[in-house]
């Protein structure tokens, strides 16, 4: 393996890792405390009551798939699209908005989603439980 595809490989275990830790602390969270957010903003938008323990898949599950590099473009996938729905369920009134200290104020949704982006394009690497074979890592 060359030196630049072990980079290459480390900074995908990087991305992956980081992404995945950041994210399961938002799942941790819901496993102590409950769905009820999730569950009164789901209903607020007319959905069934169901679709907010997807957020376990999105928040726990796929974190956790993450940080061990198996089905790590499946996982990527997951948290794109969990991210699509926070923003579109809890964040959107927020779009144009600025945080108090001048960063954009949905800087962590929009780096969530473009992790999960470059995750589900580039894959794990070699630095996995999946290893750098199988088309879903």
Known sequence: MSSSQASQDLGKAVLRIVLGALILCHGISKLI????????????????????YLVYIGEVVAPILLILGI??????LVVVINMLFALGLVHMKQFG?????GGWAL???????????????????RFSFGGAAGRWN
Not at 47 to 52: D, F, K, N, S
Not at 71 to 76: K, S
Not at 97 to 101: G, K, R, V
């Open 33 to 52: 405390s409950g769905p009820g957010f999730v569950v009164q903003m789901v209903q607020q938008a007319g959905l069934p009551q169901a679709v907010a």
């Open 71 to 76: 089905w790590t473009r499946l996982a990527g």
């Open 97 to 101: 908005e600025m945080s108090p200290t």
């Open 107 to 125: 800087e962590l949704q929009a780096l969530y989603l473009a992790g999960g982006v470059a995750v589900l394009l580039l894959g794990a690497g």
